[in-house]
């Protein structure tokens, strides 16, 4: 617990506020900002055997972000819409 959420742990960013997006991946391209943001820390199976909502996502992946990934604010969200529609919980449907 100490390690994650200690006294000299970075804090969750509550100042993010989510753009809308009017592009969407498709799974190729997400594949492609997978693999440039992601494996630089870890392998891609830590990604494909998880399935989360959304908000679940996004929350990872701004962590991830402040550990060092590389994302731009639009390519997390087209991101998180890209891997709650392929590897969400399908809870809506």
């Known amino acids: 617990m100490v390690s994650k959420f200690g006294p000299d742990t970075k804090p969750f960013p509550r100042t993010y506020v989510p753009p809308e997006i009017t592009t969407f991946f498709t799974d190729p391209e997400a594949f492609r900002l997978l693999n440039r943001a992601c494996t630089k820390c870890h392998g891609l199976e830590r990604v494909d055997t998880v399935r989360k909502a959304a908000d679940a996502w996004r929350v990872t992946l701004v962590d991830m972000r402040e550990?060092?990934?590389?994302?731009?604010?639009?390519?997390?969200e087209q991101l998180v819409e890209w891997l709650a529609r392929v590897w969400g919980t399908n809870e809506d449907k």
């Open 67 to 76: 550990r060092g990934a590389q994302l731009s604010d639009q390519e997390l």
